[in-house]
């Protein structure tokens, strides 16, 4: 567009469409055939631009998806006008108004808010949260009167039940443990409800890591956010081999070089010192951006021109420094990948997260407004 500053010219993300993709088709594999999914579009799609990402997974045929807020359902009931949106989060009863106007179905966490909900007068479609083990949010397992309850409220319907696991991540046998204790609690709630009678409507409790090392279980909808973006939160194993692709990469333009001398010292607090007489480039992205600054002096890399190449100094708000010297005749204007491939090299979010003693998902969703988001797609 004319009136608007190139997408390229400063800083950017590139979203992989075609990974997209690949990544939807690999969660169909591993989970069962009638499993659905619904997919977590929250905090911007994990920072790659929930317009671009709804609209193609919808036309790839997602019927379902998840926010954290009542103003992301807002926003994404333009991108998804057909879809079921669920609000994972909580939502202030006074913006009823809103759930009711974008047809929002509403995560309910206890009785109270569900009576709040009913007594706005709205007719509502919600889900209900036990809390199986978590401790976040929903009702305890054991608390089956407050469950039942909320099926007597004459403006809700109920549409579906879900849990949350608090360590599907993890391959220790005492959290194995746990996690199965949790899933117990919740079939066993649910079937109390069949026994009355009441519809538990669509039963949902894994999130990315329940699809990796549970892939076995039936649900009605898996909940995958960061596995749809084709990465894992951290390095670590996991039961399936999944076959996903980063969708997301992060770029930003060179937009000085200069030669300094040994002991010359580079970036705020002076943190950072040239042993020898080095190439610095400095690239115009920082913390401003999302970029993280705690990964500030703790061997964080970029690539250019095919090379991979260490950030120096202190991260700043707005930009940050390479050294360049073993990066062939990189000169103002080249391109510095931060997260993704360039050439032969590839920088891993999971390994920026690890340096910056974070998970990927954090990286993600930090990554500012400031950026613009590139679809790439290719037609093959
Ligand atoms: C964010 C969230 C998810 C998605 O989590 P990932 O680990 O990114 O797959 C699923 N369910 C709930 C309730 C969440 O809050």
Redesign the pocket.
């Known amino acids: 567009m004319d009136n608007k500053p190139q997408e390229r010219g400063r800083a950017w993300i590139e979203i992989d469409l075609n990974a997209l993709e690949n990544n939807l088709e690999d969660i169909r594999r591993i989970i069962p055939q009638n499993c659905e999914i619904m997919a977590?579009v929250?905090a911007n799609a994990?920072g790659h631009g929930v317009e671009g990402i709804s609209r193609h997974l919808a036309a790839k045929g997602i019927k379902s998806f998840?926010v954290?807020t009542v103003s992301e359902g807002v926003q994404l009931r333009q991108y998804v006008p057909q879809a079921e949106i669920i609000i994972?989060?909580c939502t202030h009863p006074g913006d009823a108004k809103f759930l009711y106007d974008n047809n929002l179905t509403q995560?309910v966490p206890d009785g109270a808010y569900a009576k709040a909900l009913n007594d706005t007068q709205y007719k509502m479609k919600i889900h209900i949260a036990i809390d199986t083990g978590m401790h976040r949010l929903g009702i305890d397992s054991s608390n089956y009167d407050e469950v039942e309850s909320i099926f007597n409220l004459k403006n809700l319907t109920v549409e579906g039940t879900?849990t949350?696991l608090a360590s599907p991540d993890s391959t220790d046998k005492g959290e194995i443990e746990f996690t199965h204790k949790q899933l117990d609690l919740f079939n066993e709630l649910v079937k109390k409800l069949k026994a009355q009678g009441l519809n538990a409507g669509k039963l949902h409790t894994?999130?990315?890591?329940?699809?990796y090392n549970y892939p076995e279980l039936q649900s009605d909808y898996v909940?995958?956010?960061?596995?749809?973006y084709g990465i894992k939160?951290q390095n670590d194993e996991t039961k399936v081999l999944a076959n996903l692709r980063p969708v997301l990469s992060l770029k930003a333009i060179i937009a000085q070089v200069k030669w300094i001398e040994a002991g010359e010292s580079v970036s705020y607090s002076r943190a950072f010192t040239a042993e020898k007489r080095i190439k610095t480039a400095t690239v115009c992205i920082g913390y401003a951006d999302g970029f993280p600054r705690h990964a500030s002096g703790k061997g964080a890399k970029a690539i250019v021109n095919g090379c991979v190449v260490p950030i120096i100094g202190k991260i700043c708000m707005d930009m940050l420094i390479l050294d360049v010297t073993d990066a062939k005749d990189t000169q103002a204007g080249d391109i510095a990948t931060l997260i993704g491939k360039d050439g032969n090299e590839e920088i891993r979010c999971e390994d920026l997260a690890e340096i910056a003693g974070t998970i990927t998902?954090d990286i993600l969703a930090g990554l500012s407004d400031r950026l613009p988001r590139v679809n790439i797609m290719e037609r093959l």
């Not at 894994?206 to 699809?211: E, L, P, T, V």
């Not at 909940?223 to 749809?228: E, W």
């Open positions: 977590v929250k994990y998840a954290a994972l989060g995560l879900a949350h894994r999130s990315s890591y329940g699809i909940r995958p956010g960061i596995m749809l939160s998902n």
